[in-house]
């Protein structure tokens, strides 16, 4: 059994899990092939290197993102300190020095004795740098983010299995359910729900309001509102892709804006298409309809169907809102369309992000599905946590722990987001830290900031008990 653990990307997730182990005392051989190769994305030679915003989102205790970063400052993470200590003015939101963060970063790991930074590229056909062989007789955390090298993602496909990886992030915007206009939407399945041609709309809404098919949330659309939808759909504001993005994405995927300037009906031949509905203010079919189909076991939240979008956030918000029925939508997440590369998850991983299939091997950072700088951090840090707990096992000559898994509360975001991505979800796509993911409160709260706080207020209590009962933050 190999006395040390092997950390695979020294990015947010990889040098998070690399400090959680090392400062248990634990050896930690971290490999990282920059500055040997870098990615199409990636410039410097730096651990922890920020590729896109220096923004790590809110600090606020209402936002789910900032709910994440006290949770992750309660469990003392190196890098959400670091970012606390090199921030820059940014309002409500903790904003970084990018160069500083990753200087910080790769100094503190490149001080700590029982750590050895090995810049090579691990991947199919590296010999002893695989997968394969780095886990044969050692605990390994995969942690090589969403541009992972073409060697490396080769390997994880054959671990993984050939539908177990996916290439890109091509999704669709998921929205809460309570911020649906139901006076305006309604349930039903195509066909299942379109009222006969001389049906008594009184004894149709009767058959209808049971009905067993009524899978999706509809959003019917008159020929006015459709046009002044489309019309400002096709002149929204896009993100630019990077050229590697472009060659990857739009070879297997269309976003909507993109479809809707084909043509001002082609969406309604598309996903719009309204055959096989009646709206229940009417009695008649709608000129477009737009579906929302349930998103989580819970059933709190939906995502759009047929609406992956390359529109920047804020556009999003405002032409999404102009559909009837999502005037005042809550956004979970925004529709992306980017290079991604991520295992299905809930198929592979458990809530520590364990490989179910090789109990040897860890995911972590948004390469598992949680997306975005402290999610990536979050699952660094779980998967740490358990990897220790395993290599102590490993190393027993009984084979058995004192210590079992550490799976956070799913009241708190960071046991939340762990659980989200090992739950069964046959549309599973990358999320990031939402108060959507929560379990409800007992008490209905209509107040959107009250209701978040009392959420959070409940998130902090439950992980100072379980840092209390288990003394998470001392060696495991």
Request: charged share 25%; glycine share 8%; hydrophobic share 35%.
């Amino acid at each position: 059994m190999q006395k040390y653990i092997t950390v695979i990307g020294g990015g947010l997730a990889g040098t998070e899990a690399t400090y959680q182990i090392a400062k248990r005392g634990i050896q930690v051989k971290l490999y990282e092939m920059k500055p040997v190769k870098f990615s199409p994305a990636h410039t410097n030679k730096n651990l922890a290197e920020i590729v896109c915003s220096n923004s790590f989102k809110s600090n606020l205790h209402t936002n789910a993102c900032g709910l994440l970063k006290e949770e992750l400052r309660l469990l003392d993470s190196l890098l959400i300190k670091t970012a606390d200590n090199v921030s820059v003015p940014a309002g409500q939101a903790l904003a970084v020095d990018r160069e500083k963060f990753s200087e910080e970063i790769t100094k503190r790991i490149e001080s700590l004795d029982n750590v050895e930074i090995i810049r090579e590229e691990v991947g199919k056909n590296k010999g002893k740098n695989s997968i394969k062989e780095l886990s044969k007789d050692g605990i390994v955390i995969i942690a090589t983010g969403p541009l992972t090298s073409d060697s490396l993602s080769e390997e994880i496909k054959e671990l993984t299995g050939n539908d177990g990886f996916h290439f890109y992030d091509a999704a669709a915007p998921i929205i809460e359910k309570e911020s649906i206009d139901m006076n305006i939407a309604f349930w039903g399945d195509r066909y299942a729900q379109e009222r006969g041609k001389d049906e008594d709309i009184d004894v149709w809404k009767e058959r209808i309001k049971d009905s067993k098919e009524n899978a999706y949330i509809n959003l019917p659309m008159n020929k006015e509102e459709f046009e002044a939808f489309w019309n400002e759909l096709v002149n929204a504001e896009v993100v630019e892709l990077h050229n590697f993005e472009k060659r990857e994405i739009f070879e297997g995927c269309m976003p909507i804006e993109v479809m809707a300037k084909r043509g001002i009906d082609t969406l309604r031949f598309g996903p719009l298409k309204p055959v096989g509905f009646t709206d229940p203010r009417t009695g008649k079919r709608p000129y477009a309809i737009v579906q929302l189909r349930q998103d989580n076991s819970s059933g709190n939240l939906f995502n759009m169907v047929g609406f992956q979008t390359n529109l920047k956030y804020g556009e999003q918000k405002r032409v999404f809102r102009m559909i009837p029925g999502l005037q005042n939508a809550d956004f979970t997440k925004y529709g992306v369309m980017h290079r991604n590369s991520f295992i299905n998850s809930p198929e592979l991983l458990d809530e520590t992000y364990n490989l179910k299939k090789n109990n040897n091997i860890f995911f972590a950072g948004q390469i598992t599905g949680v997306e975005g700088y402290v999610e990536s951090i979050a699952s660094g840090l779980v998967a740490s946590l358990n990897a220790i707990i395993k290599y102590k096992e490993n190393l027993n000559e009984n084979g058995k722990s004192n210590n079992s898994k550490i799976i956070f509360p799913e009241e708190t975001m960071i046991g939340a987001l762990s659980k989200y991505i090992a739950t069964p979800n046959k549309n599973f796509q990358p999320m990031n830290a939402n108060f959507g993911i929560l379990p409800g409160l007992v008490e209905r709260i209509k107040d959107k900031k009250l209701k978040y706080g009392k959420l959070a207020d409940r998130a902090i209590a439950e992980l100072k008990q379980q840092v209390a009962d288990n003394d998470i933050n001392s060696d495991i």
